[in-house]
């Protein structure tokens, strides 16, 4: 306590030093006095008394330096002190300190921006009560448990409590008008065991939201709150509308709840009910829901291992049908990795791939910077070198320097804050248009402040360590007697760091423009389809009002009605739209001929109505379409396409061969399609098997949004509407979204677009800060040549010739940038390959148009400072000596 | 014996407190004076570590200053003990107490 009682008087100490001096002045003044006076009445004279006075109290100097230091807070004085001098320092070069600044800005502010996408995807944990014995349970069957074995795994008695959550496209409906939201239906114990709270209103608790009861409650996310209702308070206590039935809005959850689902986040959550998933007791493809669970007190993770793979046994014992596989070892993992689960594949990659280039981007930034402090420092010599006389140490001149550059970083992490809180809205904004947006919460939050301090420190130190070391460094005393003529060692320093520069943005450049070209490759390339001229109509039935057969039937009636349509040439249903996003290829545990196949690669599943090839114009090889006639009870169907053929049945003809998947009965290939391609690849063939869409399990129809296809005569835009109203005209309920077929398959083209737009913007961001390198660096070679270039015009040269010298001295540096650059991409780019799409990652345009456009600016760059040296004038330059 | 010796560290402290506790409100040259007359001469009261530990104890709020008029007219820096500064007296002279009486049992011969 008395300890912080000081601190804090010589904090205070700190802001009145000059009258606290005058007053120990005074107080010496005083003792003396009395010394003295004591002296004289002992009898000595006013000298000798005078004299002995002065002997006793000692040097006084020493004395007031020490009261002094202990008076206030020394580091604190010379931190303030070294501040007032850096931020004058600053001042008098409002030019470079800015351009300084604003490299650092643009450095910092793509990384902050960065940081904030990464931290609330990757950093923030879920907000649960006790997430340390929090774990995550998947059967051995595949990563969902049906509800009915959650309420069997509730009951065993493995966890102390275990909790179910299922992510469902809801309708959400208002007047006539139906919009697809995204809910998370979840187990009634699922608040309270997971300690969530709400901003406003309650959560349901288990009690009430016991699924006997059929529950109709609703509590709603933030985000949703705000961007449907507008934060409407009054909403409490009333009901919305959901696939046709009311529920009770109960509560709002608070803005920084973040939810299980990492990668997605729901807009309202509803307890289990039968309104939502009508059969969800049933064991055959009933409700399917993934679980988090928490262990017993001093329980593991590898008994309760043991425990559910034990009880997925017993469970496929008593109920081998449905339960096929649950057997099979389960896989319990802790909550720290769970949020990371279901991650889109490629996304680390991408995202490893981001924060390297925007690193690079710093690094390019940190180069200006200290190449500015180094040439500051040139100007300053003659002042340091007055302070080291003075008696300054090393360190003290280096502190000073340093305080400069981190006062330098501070301004710049500050104007690249503020650009990050710009710019980080807008990627919040790129949600995926899908049957319903997918919404990623992007709040700059403490994490993102840390952050910029932390790099604004790093920063600081990187950009301003190397020029104070050699400002002060043993041979600085030489630089001081050639004071004012630049030295070679300063300027070769700058050199290396323009090449550096020059090297990372030409891999910047190289890897912005694969990206860019296996963009194009892709966006030319040929399908296999008709894009032209198709439409496609997406939407979702509620199941508690279709079940399989009602489904069947409406569908038949939309392909009926939307025949009706003028200039419809073909109509068909299916299950997922080729480049749309959520169309992905899967492990589909095939089985050729009874025999399961081992490895095998990814394969797309599309199940499909009759007229499917028909109406995308896929060219039927052999064999036959899918008709009417393939339905529940007829024999079981498949067509697959000649990728599939020549992969699984490279020996002969696939026709009347039988394949089966998921330990689904066997299927009797009835035709063989020609190669369409469904999602962007690696380059290789795609392997795609086709199933009737009516021979599905009932959940199976369930689960998955209707797709029905149209192909036109014309261009197929102008039928838009006529195709909504065809459908809404069957059923109003429905939420349905039309596209051409254009746009609803250029969504996968559409991320990588933003992928390679933002990669764009970083090449030309590290091009642009690499130019400002090399022309600073130039500008100040010509400034300290100015004698020499004056002599050699004196001399006779032309100013032609000195253009030359000088454009050639900045093209040398680039090149030889460009050299190492390319060198380190070609070596750095094979992981590449991933993301190209078939394009090599040598590819010899994107590095040849990276050298050629380093080339050009570097040349331009140059030219400006080039100039300048033929407009010396002989004479003044000469005079200045 | 004659010899003069300095202050040992952090006892002068102590001695300042007391000395104030005693003689009430003194400026800095009498303090020392008096500390000076209490050893009987035999300690030597240091100009440089009487002031830094005066300004150390105003600091922790023990003792607390003002300007005054001194005996002969003259103007002078007077301190004076603060309530904390009364415990802190009591509290160290008794510590100090228990040091020297641990001390003194070593020192002299065990006459058990």
Same mark, same amino acid.
């Given at each position: 306590?008395?300890?912080?009682?000081?601190?804090?008087?010589?904090?205070?100490?700190?802001?009145?030093?000059?009258?606290?001096?005058?007053?120990?002045?005074?107080?010496?003044?005083?003792?003396?006095?009395?010394?003295?006076?004591?002296?004289?009445?002992?009898?000595?004279?006013?000298?000798?008394?005078?004299?002995?006075?002065?002997?006793?109290?000692?040097?006084?100097?020493?004395?007031?330096?020490?009261?002094?230091?202990?008076?206030?807070?020394?580091?604190?004085?010379?931190?303030?002190?070294?501040?007032?001098?850096?931020?004058?320092?600053?001042?008098?070069?409002?030019?470079?300190?800015?351009?300084?600044?604003?490299?650092?800005?643009?450095?910092?502010?793509?990384?902050?921006?960065?940081?904030?996408?990464?931290?609330?995807?990757?950093?923030?944990?879920?907000?649960?009560?006790?997430?340390?014995?929090?774990?995550?349970?998947?059967?051995?069957?595949?990563?969902?448990?049906?509800?009915?074995?959650?309420?069997?795994?509730?009951?065993?008695?493995?966890?102390?409590?275990?909790?179910?959550?299922?992510?469902?496209?809801?309708?959400?409906?208002?007047?006539?008008?139906?919009?697809?939201?995204?809910?998370?239906?979840?187990?009634?114990?699922?608040?309270?065991?997971?300690?969530?709270?709400?901003?406003?209103?309650?959560?349901?608790?288990?009690?009430?939201?016991?699924?006997?009861?059929?529950?109709?409650?609703?509590?709603?996310?933030?985000?949703?709150?705000?961007?449907?209702?507008?934060?409407?308070?009054?909403?409490?206590?009333?009901?919305?509308?959901?696939?046709?039935?009311?529920?009770?809005?109960?509560?709002?959850?608070?803005?920084?709840?973040?939810?299980?689902?990492?990668?997605?986040?729901?807009?309202?959550?509803?307890?289990?009910?039968?309104?939502?998933?009508?059969?969800?007791?049933?064991?055959?493809?009933?409700?399917?829901?993934?679980?988090?669970?928490?262990?017993?007190?001093?329980?593991?993770?590898?008994?309760?291992?043991?425990?559910?793979?034990?009880?997925?046994?017993?469970?496929?014992?008593?109920?081998?049908?449905?339960?096929?596989?649950?057997?099979?070892?389960?896989?319990?993992?802790?909550?720290?990795?769970?949020?990371?689960?279901?991650?889109?594949?490629?996304?680390?990659?991408?995202?490893?791939?981001?924060?390297?280039?925007?690193?690079?981007?710093?690094?390019?930034?940190?180069?200006?910077?200290?190449?500015?402090?180094?040439?500051?420092?040139?100007?300053?010599?003659?002042?340091?070198?007055?302070?080291?006389?003075?008696?300054?140490?090393?360190?003290?001149?280096?502190?000073?320097?340093?305080?400069?550059?981190?006062?330098?970083?501070?301004?710049?992490?500050?104007?690249?804050?503020?650009?990050?809180?710009?710019?980080?809205?807008?990627?919040?904004?790129?949600?995926?248009?899908?049957?319903?947006?997918?919404?990623?919460?992007?709040?700059?939050?403490?994490?993102?402040?840390?952050?910029?301090?932390?790099?604004?420190?790093?920063?600081?130190?990187?950009?301003?360590?190397?020029?104070?070391?050699?400002?002060?460094?043993?041979?600085?005393?030489?630089?001081?007697?050639?004071?004012?003529?630049?030295?070679?060692?300063?300027?070769?320093?700058?050199?290396?760091?323009?090449?550096?520069?020059?090297?990372?943005?030409?891999?910047?450049?190289?890897?912005?423009?694969?990206?860019?070209?296996?963009?194009?490759?892709?966006?030319?390339?040929?399908?296999?389809?008709?894009?032209?001229?198709?439409?496609?109509?997406?939407?979702?039935?509620?199941?508690?009002?279709?079940?399989?057969?009602?489904?069947?039937?409406?569908?038949?009636?939309?392909?009926?009605?939307?025949?009706?349509?003028?200039?419809?040439?073909?109509?068909?249903?299916?299950?997922?739209?080729?480049?749309?996003?959520?169309?992905?290829?899967?492990?589909?545990?095939?089985?050729?001929?009874?025999?399961?196949?081992?490895?095998?690669?990814?394969?797309?599943?599309?199940?499909?109505?009759?007229?499917?090839?028909?109406?995308?114009?896929?060219?039927?090889?052999?064999?036959?379409?899918?008709?009417?006639?393939?339905?529940?009870?007829?024999?079981?169907?498949?067509?697959?396409?000649?990728?599939?053929?020549?992969?699984?049945?490279?020996?002969?003809?696939?026709?009347?061969?039988?394949?089966?998947?998921?330990?689904?009965?066997?299927?009797?290939?009835?035709?063989?399609?020609?190669?369409?391609?469904?999602?962007?690849?690696?380059?290789?063939?795609?392997?795609?098997?086709?199933?009737?869409?009516?021979?599905?399990?009932?959940?199976?129809?369930?689960?998955?949004?209707?797709?029905?296809?149209?192909?036109?005569?014309?261009?197929?835009?102008?039928?838009?509407?006529?195709?909504?109203?065809?459908?809404?005209?069957?059923?109003?309920?429905?939420?349905?979204?039309?596209?051409?077929?254009?746009?609803?398959?250029?969504?996968?083209?559409?991320?990588?677009?933003?992928?390679?737009?933002?990669?764009?913007?970083?090449?030309?961001?590290?091009?642009?800060?690499?130019?400002?390198?090399?022309?600073?660096?130039?500008?100040?070679?010509?400034?300290?040549?100015?004698?020499?270039?004056?002599?050699?015009?004196?001399?006779?040269?032309?100013?032609?010739?000195?253009?030359?010298?000088?454009?050639?001295?900045?093209?040398?540096?680039?090149?030889?940038?460009?050299?190492?650059?390319?060198?380190?991409?070609?070596?750095?780019?094979?992981?590449?390959?991933?993301?190209?799409?078939?394009?090599?990652?040598?590819?010899?345009?994107?590095?040849?148009?990276?050298?050629?456009?380093?080339?050009?600016?570097?040349?331009?760059?140059?030219?400006?400072?080039?100039?300048?040296?033929?407009?010396?004038?002989?004479?003044?330059?000469?005079?200045?000596? | 014996? @004659?010899?003069?010796?300095? #202050?040992?560290? +952090? =006892? %002068?402290?102590?001695?300042? &407190? $007391?000395?104030?506790?005693?003689?009430?409100?003194?400026?800095?040259?009498?303090?020392?004076?008096?500390?000076?007359?209490?050893? @009987?001469?035999?300690?030597? #009261?240091?100009? +440089? =570590? %009487?002031?830094?530990?005066? &300004? $150390?104890?105003?600091?922790?709020?023990?003792?607390?200053?003002?300007?005054?008029?001194?005996?002969?007219?003259?103007?002078?820096?007077?301190?004076?003990?603060?309530?904390?500064?009364?415990?802190?007296?009591?509290?160290?002279?008794?510590?100090?107490?228990?040091?020297?009486?641990?001390?003194?049992?070593?020192?002299?011969?065990?006459?058990?």
């Amino acid at each position: 306590m008395r300890a912080l009682r000081a601190l804090l008087v010589r904090v205070h100490g700190l802001f009145s030093q000059s009258r606290r001096d005058r007053d120990f002045a005074e107080e010496l003044e005083a003792h003396l006095q009395a010394h003295v006076d004591d002296g004289l009445r002992a009898g000595m004279s006013p000298v000798q008394a005078r004299r002995a006075a002065l002997l006793k109290l000692g040097a006084v100097e020493p004395l007031k330096e020490d009261h002094r230091d202990r008076r206030g807070l020394p580091m604190v004085e010379t931190l303030l002190s070294d501040l007032r001098h850096a931020q004058r320092s600053l001042r008098r070069n409002p030019g470079s300190t800015a351009v300084a600044a604003l490299s650092l800005a643009l450095g910092i502010g793509v990384n902050l921006t960065l940081f904030t996408a990464v931290d609330s995807l990757l950093l923030q944990r879920p907000t649960v009560r006790d997430s340390a014995r929090l774990v995550g349970v998947e059967p051995g069957s595949g990563d969902e448990f049906s509800y009915a074995n959650f309420r069997d795994l509730e009951n065993s008695g493995i966890f102390a409590d275990v909790v179910g959550s299922n992510v469902t496209r809801l309708n959400l409906r208002s007047g006539d008008d139906v919009e697809v939201v995204m809910g998370l239906i979840v187990t009634a114990n699922f608040f309270q065991t997971l300690g969530v709270t709400t901003r406003l209103g309650r959560i349901f608790t288990a009690s009430e939201a016991a699924p006997e009861r059929d529950p109709r409650l609703a509590v709603l996310s933030h985000a949703f709150w705000m961007r449907r209702f507008q934060g409407d308070i009054s909403l409490l206590g009333k009901s919305i509308d959901l696939n046709g039935e009311r529920f009770l809005v109960l509560g709002v959850l608070p803005q920084n709840h973040h939810a299980v689902t990492a990668f997605i986040s729901p807009d309202l959550y509803v307890p289990v009910s039968e309104a939502l998933a009508p059969n969800m007791n049933s064991r055959e493809g009933g409700l399917g829901v993934s679980v988090l669970a928490r262990l017993r007190e001093n329980g593991t993770i590898a008994q309760a291992q043991a425990a559910v793979t034990a009880f997925g046994q017993e469970l496929e014992r008593i109920y081998p049908g449905p339960n096929e596989g649950l057997g099979r070892p389960a896989k319990v993992f802790s909550m720290q990795g769970t949020h990371l689960r279901g991650a889109p594949p490629g996304m680390f990659l991408f995202g490893g791939l981001l924060a390297g280039l925007c690193g690079l981007v710093l690094l390019i930034a940190c180069a200006n910077v200290a190449g500015l402090l180094l040439a500051r420092a040139a100007v300053r010599q003659r002042e340091l070198a007055v302070r080291v006389a003075l008696g300054a140490s090393r360190g003290r001149l280096i502190q000073s320097l340093l305080t400069e550059s981190l006062l330098l970083a501070l301004l710049g992490a500050g104007t690249g804050l503020l650009l990050a809180l710009r710019l980080a809205p807008a990627l919040s904004v790129v949600s995926l248009p899908g049957l319903a947006p997918v919404q990623i919460d992007l709040q700059p939050d403490f994490n993102l402040y840390a952050y910029g301090v932390v790099l604004a420190l790093l920063t600081g130190l990187i950009c301003g360590i190397l020029p104070a070391l050699r400002a002060t460094g043993p041979d600085a005393g030489a630089e001081i007697q050639g004071a004012g003529r630049g030295s070679t060692g300063r300027l070769r320093m700058r050199n290396v760091f323009v090449v550096g520069q020059v090297a990372a943005s030409a891999a910047l450049l190289v890897v912005s423009s694969l990206f860019l070209r296996s963009l194009v490759h892709q966006a030319t390339a040929d399908a296999g389809f008709d894009v032209e001229h198709g439409l496609v109509a997406q939407f979702r039935l509620e199941p508690n009002r279709y079940s399989k057969e009602r489904t069947i039937l409406f569908a038949q009636q939309v392909v009926d009605r939307l025949m009706t349509i003028p200039g419809a040439r073909a109509a068909a249903v299916a299950s997922i739209v080729p480049f749309s996003g959520d169309t992905m290829a899967t492990r589909l545990q095939l089985e050729v001929e009874g025999k399961p196949v081992t490895g095998g690669q990814r394969t797309f599943l599309n199940h499909v109505g009759p007229d499917y090839f028909k109406t995308l114009a896929i060219p039927l090889l052999r064999g036959r379409e899918f008709q009417t006639g393939d339905r529940t009870g007829s024999p079981l169907v498949a067509i697959v396409n000649q990728a599939f053929a020549n992969e699984y049945f490279p020996d002969g003809d696939a026709l009347g061969r039988h394949v089966g998947y998921r330990g689904q009965p066997p299927l009797e290939i009835v035709g063989i399609v020609k190669d369409a391609k469904y999602g962007v690849g690696n380059g290789n063939a795609q392997t795609v098997l086709y199933v009737p869409w009516a021979q599905l399990p009932a959940a199976a129809t369930e689960a998955r949004p209707l797709v029905v296809h149209l192909r036109l005569e014309g261009t197929p835009a102008a039928a838009l509407q006529s195709v909504r109203r065809a459908i809404t005209e069957l059923d109003k309920a429905v939420a349905v979204v039309v596209n051409t077929l254009e746009k609803a398959t250029s969504f996968d083209l559409s991320v990588r677009r933003a992928g390679s737009v933002l990669l764009g913007m970083l090449g030309g961001l590290g091009l642009l800060l690499a130019m400002i390198g090399l022309y600073g660096v130039m500008s100040y070679a010509v400034a300290s040549r100015t004698t020499e270039f004056g002599i050699r015009l004196a001399l006779g040269a032309t100013s032609r010739q000195l253009l030359v010298a000088v454009l050639a001295d900045g093209v040398r540096l680039v090149v030889i940038g460009v050299a190492l650059g390319i060198a380190l991409s070609l070596m750095a780019s094979p992981p590449l390959a991933a993301f190209l799409a078939g394009l090599s990652p040598a590819d010899p345009l994107a590095f040849g148009g990276t050298a050629l456009i380093l080339l050009l600016v570097g040349a331009c760059a140059s030219y400006l400072p080039a100039r300048r040296a033929t407009q010396i004038d002989p004479m003044a330059a000469l005079r200045r000596e | 014996m @004659g010899k003069q010796a300095d #202050v040992w560290q +952090g =006892t %002068l402290a102590l001695m300042i &407190l $007391k000395t104030l506790e005693t003689m009430g409100p003194q400026h800095g040259y009498g303090i020392a004076r008096r500390i000076e007359q209490t050893s @009987g001469n035999k300690l030597l #009261v240091n100009y +440089g =570590t %009487l002031y830094p530990a005066l &300004l $150390k104890l105003e600091q922790e709020g023990y003792v607390a200053s003002e300007w005054g008029v001194s005996d002969n007219n003259r103007r002078a820096k007077y301190y004076r003990l603060t309530r904390a500064g009364r415990k802190q007296v009591e509290r160290a002279a008794r510590e100090w107490e228990q040091t020297t009486e641990i001390l003194s049992r070593f020192l002299t011969p065990d006459e058990a």
